[in-house]
């Protein structure tokens, strides 16, 4: 069983960047489709952005498209989110999830098996 943690997130200026990364304990990630997940206050969590094992697909949601990168260094274990140009509608608490062994990149949530706790990032305006 894997356990995932986020980092990386905090209070930021409307046109700013965040990196949030996400490790994980118990084993690698390395066969493992990964993803990113936000959650505003009164909404349900959204799909923004998920990447291969190899890493060589990726999606995005429409929102994030242009201004988010997502990347994964499986020799650590980790996998990142860069943010840039951040709006305030990017407010939420952002989680990192793992897929399936072997399964390409979704945006359903119901296909990621394990999750971590969330990191706040706020966006003022």
């Known amino acids: 069983q894997v356990q995932l943690v986020e980092s990386g997130g905090g209070l930021v200026q409307a046109g700013g960047s965040l990196r949030l990364s996400c490790t994980a304990s118990g084993r690698t990630l390395g066969a493992y489709t990964m993803g990113w997940f936000r959650q505003a206050p009164g909404k349900e969590r959204e799909f923004v952005a998920a990447i291969s094992w190899s890493g060589d697909i990726t999606l995005y949601a429409d929102s994030v498209k242009g201004r988010f990168t997502i990347s994964r260094d499986n020799s650590e274990t980790a996998m990142y989110l860069q943010m840039n140009s951040l709006k305030p509608e990017d407010t939420a608490v952002y989680y990192c999830?793992?897929?399936?062994?072997?399964?390409?990149?979704?945006?359903?949530?119901?296909?990621?098996?394990?999750w971590g706790q969330g990191t706040q990032v706020t966006v003022s305006s």
């Open positions: 999830a793992e897929g399936r062994r072997g399964v390409a990149p979704d945006i359903r949530s119901y296909n990621y098996d394990y």
